[in-house]
């Protein structure tokens, strides 16, 4: 790849990661240029004025409008290439950008390039790089969805995503959002709503969800730690989860928004599967003795058998 594609030296980078920008340019036609789009609207602006004034003296107004272009196009560029930065250390080894669709690189980079606020970026940035190690984890869908979100959205998505359990697939586990845990992390019945009506969630708000066909036993996991459940029958046992599933894009965003375990949904989570019988009860405590402290046999006063 040559100096003119790239602001990143190319021996810094894995093979992969310079594989993505190469397709990105490709795709979107400068990537890592610097100021590329500035440079070609100048001179075509250039060129512009120069046949203008050749008939008439172009008016102030049209002078101010092709600064503002230029200024705006600078910005976007800008964005682009901020957001690509982030995600190239995030590209593996066995990635395989050369198998990312054209049409999803232009559309991602026809949303992405609005996003100024660095939160933002670092998510999309995830996006970029988690579509580049495995091509299809990110429909276009999802990539729309994203575009349609603020900040608020995706720090309440990151609090419910503090939530989910690896339950066969990726499940937010809220048995009740009345209770206090939820709630000091902002997920209520109104929050829970709104993930819904912007499409990361389904919310059943009359009735819970159920997983069924579940083996006698089986191991579910809570960021890294996990959690053994005993069903009654050998088999097609059928466990409630709560009142919420993600949707499909949720499923894709979740491991990307950057959330994090809550200390005490872990012993929240066993106690409400003990409840249902699906975790043996804890051992009780081992009673202190009330008799005193005994002195121990003397060996040499033990009567011979």
């Known amino acids: 790849m040559s100096d003119e594609k790239s602001l990143v030296s190319v021996g810094e980078i894995s093979k992969p990661a310079t594989v993505l920008v190469e397709k990105i340019a490709d795709a979107i036609g400068g990537v890592f240029k610097p100021y590329q789009i500035v440079r070609v609207a100048r001179a075509e602006a250039e060129a512009e004025i120069i046949r203008a004034e050749a008939q008439i003296k172009i008016e102030d107004i049209h002078k ?48 992405c390039r609005l996003i100024s606020n660095e939160q933002m970026q670092v998510l999309w940035s995830r996006a970029l790089a988690g579509e580049a190690n495995s091509p299809g984890a990110f429909s276009k869908r999802t990539i729309d969805l994203l575009a349609s979100l603020d900040r608020q959205d995706t720090e309440l998505f990151t609090s419910m995503a503090s939530f989910c359990w690896m339950f066969g697939s990726l499940t937010p586990l809220i048995f009740d959002e009345q209770d206090q845990i939820y709630n000091a992390r902002g997920i209520t019945f109104n929050s829970l709503q709104h993930l819904e009506s912007i499409g990361l969630v389904q919310f059943g708000t009359f009735g819970g969800f159920k997983r069924l066909r579940l083996p006698k036993v089986f ?80 060996p040499l006063t033990t009567e011979a058998g």
């Open 219 to 298: 191991r579910i996991f809570y960021y890294g730690s996990a959690l053994e459940l005993r069903c009654p029958n050998e088999k097609d046992n059928e466990i409630e989860l709560g009142k919420v599933l993600l949707t499909k894009a949720g499923m894709q965003l979740a491991p990307i928004c950057g959330s994090a375990a809550e200390p005490a949904f872990y012993d929240y989570v066993e106690a409400k599967f003990r409840t249902m019988g699906l975790v043996p009860p804890r051992p009780e405590p081992a009673q202190p003795d009330q008799s005193g402290p005994q002195p121990d046999p003397d």
């Open 64 to 111: 101010r409008a092709l600064h503002r272009f230029l200024q705006e196009e600078a910005r976007k560029q800008a964005n682009i290439e901020e957001i690509t930065r982030r995600a190239l250390p995030e590209v593996k080894e066995n990635a395989a950008p050369e198998k990312l669709e054209t049409d999803w690189i232009t559309n991602f980079f026809d949303k």
